[in-house]
């Protein structure tokens, strides 16, 4: 079902998502935003099937499974790597502390950059989250994402979309309106072989130990990949080095109680280690 001006309507899904991209495709490609995982992959092969130009790039952060690293290798070797300025442990360092649900540098700096001055495509969908429910089809994003410009699929929204003069990334969202229902039939009706992650039950891909998993996800990837849960520990030991010598404020005395904090959390005292971590 397709909700434009208080109407509902049946729509096919891969037919809009099609014509959304042959809307804007611009003379020089699109810049596709590729991470191996479902969304992403049903993206690529739409944007195939519409027969639009791009060129699709992965954000390489250095935390990723292998799986998903040896996964995009062997079945689209035409994507192209895109290697991190800093690392996540730079990065922790730099911020001197852990990214967090509130405080995500490290998808601003590791995934989020790529495609300046180009129109940008990603498989960002509504039903991923409760965040992403507010995303629309077509979108501006400048450097403060206060200013985003938000576009549906009405005449006027692409008329405005195509001709906005603001400064910022042109980004086009096509299976922004999929279900995981959707992307899965797409996939599989097409035997599209996907990342065997989702096959050991995993429903999101991503970095090793993001936060926003939660502590189950947390957890399970860490019991995995201990080299990068030992990584982590000894970034967060040369933290609490570095506040301690810059004078901040460090309720942790090791790596490893900031780790344990980091997973579990402390409801009495989360607002008050956030402020701690990240005060001004």
Partial sequence: MLIENGLIEDVDKVKLAIDRLRAFEPSEG???AFSGGKDSQALYHVAIE???KFDAHYNFTG???P???KFIRSNYPDVIFDKYKKSMWGLILYHMGP???IQRFCCKELKEHGGEGRICLTGVRNAESVRRKGRRPFEVVTKSYKDKILFNDNDEDRRM?????KKGKRVVNPIIDWE???VWKFLNDRNIEHCCLYDEGQKRIGCIGCPMGGEK???RDFKRFPKHKQAYINTFDKVIELRRLKGKKCTWNTGEELMQWWIYGNPEKDNEYQNELFEE
Avoid: H, K, Q, W
Avoid at 161 to 165: G, L, Q, R
């Fill in 99 to 101: 990214p967090s649900r």
């Fill in 63 to 65: 935390i990723d499974p």
């Fill in 217 to 219: 996800n947390m957890l």
């Fill in 30 to 32: 699109y810049y596709l």
């Fill in 67 to 69: 799986e998903v690293v």
């Fill in 161 to 165: 979309f195509e001709n906005c003069t």
């Fill in 180 to 182: 995981d229902t959707d």
């Fill in 50 to 52: 519409a027969g639009v």
